[in-house]
């Protein structure tokens, strides 16, 4: 089981940097990423459907209803990082909906769904997940090269292994999906920011 510590030293090998013994060292190795690996793994969870961190729910109404526009509203389990599924309609990139829902369904809004549809409403979500006992290998070889690339230049001060890391993330996506840690929607490209630009 890879460990945070073990995440971020696969980082910076990929950077050609020594290894880290603590996230709490005083090392600018460590307090770079000790920043940065919350923040780049909860991105990297939200970007795509990693097997791992998916969940459905059964959300009962909240107890007030909405002022105006819709009947009711469901809070958000805790966790959650980005809504996938909303009854029968699966939620695309930027939360489109590939089965064409009428969009005056449901909003989400905060931590809150507003939506006429009926109670208890299922939903699938990602969700955030810090035990990375649970991380699959594609995931923890992607976390490590995109710390790696966000971490690039603070570490080596060099754009071309730059360049490289953000290669090495590439691959790392590709192979995830050819091993189905990925789980891709109906209809939906996989979940890229760089293909989302070029769709955009």
């Known amino acids: 089981m890879a ?3 073990d995440i971020c030293n696969r980082a910076l090998g990929k950077l ?3 290894t880290i013994i603590s996230l709490e060292d005083d090392d600018p190795k460590a307090v770079a990423l000790n920043v940065a690996y919350p923040i780049v793994r909860n ?3 939200r970007r795509r459907r990693w097997r791992f961190a998916l969940a459905r729910w059964s959300l009962p109404a909240d107890a007030e209803s909405p002022s105006f526009g819709y009947a009711r509203s469901f809070t958000l389990p805790a966790g959650c990082l980005r809504v996938i599924q909303i009854g029968e309609y699966d939620l695309g990139p930027n939360m489109a909906d590939y089965r064409v829902a009428p969009t005056e369904l449901w909003s989400i809004e905060g931590r809150k769904i507003y939506t006429n549809l009926s109670a208890p409403l299922k939903i699938r979500t990602i969700q955030e997940v810090t035990d990375t006992g649970l991380y699959d290998a594609c995931f923890v070889e992607a976390l490590a090269s995109r710390l790696a690339y ?3 230049y603070r570490i080596t001060l060099s754009h071309e292994r730059e360049d490289r890391c953000l290669r090495d993330y590439r691959m790392a996506i590709r192979e995830a999906a050819f ?3 990925l789980e ?3 209809n939906e490209p996989t979940d ?3 293909m989302m630009a070029r769709l955009g």
Request: hydrophobic share 45%; glycine share 4%; net charge negative.
């Open 192 to 194: 890229d920011t760089w």
């Open 150 to 152: 966000e971490c690039c």
């Open 179 to 181: 091993t189905n840690a």
């Open 43 to 45: 991105a990297e969870l």
């Open 184 to 186: 891709v929607a109906p």
């Open 3 to 5: 460990s945070p510590v």
């Open 16 to 18: 050609g940097a020594a």
